[in-house]
């Protein structure tokens, strides 16, 4: 294998073990999210987009040598089988290489944009929970508010039925009591659709995963069938 198919096959390779860092249960979303955002990653983040373009086009580019390659030595297996044995298993050999540069380069690819595909996915859901926990806080905090606002008035009241100043105030807070039922209410509704969003990124997740099983499946015995021919 030429240098630059190494590069290929090595980049595919560690493409495929980050796949399976990102995808196995290895580290929580808030953790993803931490090292997206670490001080090294943060310095490249204004130059992503063009270093993701660049890996893009290389890989492309790789990729039609592939097919090329595949196509020039198609046609010669027809003509060099009917010349000398030697020819035609140079041939083979040369068709065997090509298109095992192939699926190098194809599966590099595709591993590319599943990576930052499922990059954007964890940080979505990062921030979903997060805001799923700012919400339940801030529910809990209006709710130990009322209550404690409710203590007060039935204490208030106990002492002071007659004072109408003091009904006045009861009056008041019970409005307050009435007004955190309704932001306690809709915290619990933003807390579900925060939760059907985390669930559909997860079953996203899932989608991807199996998508990747399936077509690492097929490398695996696509290769198997080659080695067999060869």
Do not use: C
């Not at 709710?143 to 003091?166: K, W």
């Not at 399936?214 to 015995?221: G, N």
């Amino acid at each position: 294998m030429s240098l630059q198919w190494t590069l290929i096959a090595t980049f595919l390779y560690a493409e495929i073990i980050f796949v399976l860092l990102l995808v196995l249960p290895v580290a929580s979303p808030e953790r993803w999210q931490k090292f997206f955002k670490s001080r090294f990653l943060k310095s490249l983040s204004s130059q992503a987009s063009v270093y993701f373009l660049v890996l893009l086009a290389i890989l492309i580019l790789f990729f039609l040598d592939a097919i090329r390659e595949m196509k020039k030595y198609s046609s010669s297996e027809v003509e060099a089988a009917h010349s000398h044995l030697d020819a035609e298993m140079q041939v083979n050999m040369r068709l065997f290489r090509a298109q095992r540069n192939f699926y190098i380069s194809g599966f590099a690819l595709f591993l590319s944009l599943v990576i930052r595909r499922l990059v954007l996915l964890i940080s979505t859901q990062a921030t979903l929970l997060a805001e799923s926990k700012a919400a339940m806080r801030q529910a809990k905090s209006a709710t130990t508010a009322a209550r404690s606002l409710m203590a007060q008035t039935q204490t208030s009241t106990a002492q002071n039925t007659t004072n109408e100043a003091h009904d006045r105030e009861v009056t008041e807070l019970k409005e307050k009591l009435a007004k955190a039922e309704k932001e306690l209410q809709t915290e619990k509704k933003d807390k579900e659709a925060v939760k059907q969003q985390a669930e559909a990124v997860s079953a996203e997740y899932d989608r991807l995963l199996e998508e990747h099983s399936k077509l690492q499946a097929k490398v695996e015995v696509g290769d198997g069938e080659k080695k067999k021919d060869a």
